[in-house]
């Protein structure tokens, strides 16, 4: 019996990008979906640390691996790993471990703010366990984030792809949230540009 891999989304807009990616990568897993957009509002309000009690109690019966795509909330579910009994990761790392390989200076976009601050601790930590040095700048496309919200993501992928093509030094980019990845096909920059949807799954997937 293949036991399922439980993820963890705050928009439905993931449910079926993370399918397409099963279906496409890794035919015959089992994925189950919890979708819970009030964590990222109560993280962005009060803090991520704040929503560690409500993921305590939502992945308690998980009974299996646990991939979490929302990158505000991903190191508080990391961080209960050791009482959960089960592994627990956050789609960004398999991104920032590729991101401080590729170059020193990284450049992180994020449509919300509270996104910033995690994904640029997450490279740092990355960036110690491979013995390198990063530069890290952050920017926020905070314009683009209402068009998301209003189920514009024709608009809200195009306002992404066009922050990255202004971004010019950098070696490397990063699309902090899961729900940029598709603004990698839109943008013309030479600047390589990672996602984390992909590359997230297959690690959490993987033997």
Known sequence: MVTPLTLVHT??????????????DHPGAVLRHLVVPELLDRARTEGPDA????????LAG???????????IGAVAEALE??????VLRVD????AEAVRTGPRVAVLATVESTLAPTAALLE????????????????IAEAWPRFEAGDTAGYLTLV????????????????????????????????????????LAAALAP
């Open 125 to 140: 930590e990355e960036a110690g366990r491979a013995g390198r040095r990063v530069s890290i700048t952050t920017h926020l």
């Open 82 to 87: 050791p009482e959960l009994g089960v592994p």
């Open 62 to 72: 998980s009974g299996g691996p646990v991939l979490v795509t929302c990158s505000t």
């Open 11 to 24: 928009s439905p807009v993931h449910v079926p990008v993370f399918d397409a990616l099963r279906d496409r």
């Open 161 to 200: 792809a066009r922050a990255a093509d202004a971004v010019t030094d950098a070696d490397v980019m990063v699309l902090a949230q899961a729900s940029m990845a598709d603004a990698c096909a839109l943008a013309t920059t030479p600047t390589p540009i990672l996602s984390s949807p992909a590359p997230g």
């Open 93 to 96: 790392r398999p991104m920032a």
């Open 51 to 58: 929503v560690a009690p409500a993921l305590r109690a939502l």
